[in-house]
């Protein structure tokens, strides 16, 4: 395996507030890391700085080992590197084929090349096994799981080597959970798009995450491969966190 994105030592800082404090994280390619921790961690913050939102305070980042200082989000983009929000950026009156090229959309002369594009919005899903019906319906009309699916194939296709996926999973049932962790199993089995996976649900992050990190404090404190983890052990690291946090209280 090679490493395609590495930190190190990356602090950012909000006027007195800390966020991020000494952090050294690495992703090896075709790999899925779960990035865990009680809320307020820095985790949000975290992919915000790797995705080109926020410009760290001290460290630094490289990709595919080379070291970068992103400008932007286009920036970081251009090297590879999405992120997919809870909010997912998608357009709810849009139909899911004119979401999927936001931004990009083909054209003939003047005029949208629609007939194109929804035959490449077909194809492109049906490669990762993402199953929409009808890529002409809006995305309002969609589930859950499907949006948060056509926003990940959206990074994908926008050739996204580096995914950042932020609460995929929140708030969805366990047939559309399901979905998205399916879809997750296919980018690895595709091996050229690693992911980093924000969760809340250590289960999950177990069973279709490749290792796992444990983000306390604003640094990674805990680094191990998921199948020598339990869900016993993460869930006791985080208690044991909140228990000493009120203690001090």
Same mark, same amino acid.
């Given at each position: 395996m090679s490493t395609v994105l590495q930190v190190e030592h990356v =602090?950012?800082?909000?006027?007195?507030?800390?966020?991020?404090?000494?952090?050294?994280?690495r992703l090896e390619k075709g790999e899925v890391l779960g990035l865990?921790?009680?809320?307020?961690?820095?985790?949000?913050t975290l992919i915000k700085t790797l995705c080109g939102f926020h410009r760290p305070d001290e460290g630094r980042l490289l990709v595919?080992?080379?070291?970068?200082?992103?400008?932007?989000?286009?920036?970081?983009?251009?090297?590879?590197?999405?992120?997919?929000?809870?909010g997912l950026a998608l357009i709810n009156e849009l139909s899911v084929y004119h979401n999927m090229f936001l931004n990009?959309?083909?054209?003939?002369?003047?005029?949208?090349?629609n007939r194109a594009m929804r035959r490449l919005a077909r194809e492109h899903l049906s490669s990762i096994g993402v199953n929409i019906p009808d890529v002409t319906?809006?995305?309002?009309?969609?589930?859950?799981?499907q949006r948060q699916a056509v926003a990940v194939a959206r990074a994908v296709f926008s050739d996204a080597k580096i995914l950042l996926l932020d609460e995929p999973l929140a708030a969805m049932g366990a047939k559309e959970g399901?979905?998205?962790?399916?879809?997750?199993?296919d980018?690895?089995?595709?091996?050229?798009?690693?992911?980093?996976?924000? =969760?809340?649900?250590?289960?999950?992050?177990?069973?279709v995450c490749d290792r796992v990190n444990l983000l306390q404090h604003g640094a990674i404190t805990f680094d191990r491969p998921t199948a020598e983890t339990s869900l016993e052990e993460l869930?006791?690291?985080?208690?044991?966190?909140?228990?000493?946090?009120?203690?001090s209280r």
């Open positions: =602090a950012k800082r909000f006027g007195a507030l800390t966020a991020l404090r000494d952090v050294n994280l865990i921790g009680d809320n307020g961690a820095g985790k949000s595919n080992g080379d070291e970068v200082v992103l400008h932007s989000v286009d920036h970081a983009r251009s090297l590879g590197i999405d992120t997919v929000y809870q990009r959309e083909l054209r003939i002369g003047p005029l949208l090349n319906a809006e995305v309002a009309k969609l589930s859950g799981g399901t979905l998205i962790l399916d879809l997750i199993r980018l690895k089995d595709r091996g050229d798009v690693s992911v980093i996976i924000i =969760a809340h649900n250590y289960a999950q992050v177990l069973d869930t006791e690291l985080v208690v044991a966190e909140y228990r000493d946090r009120h203690r």
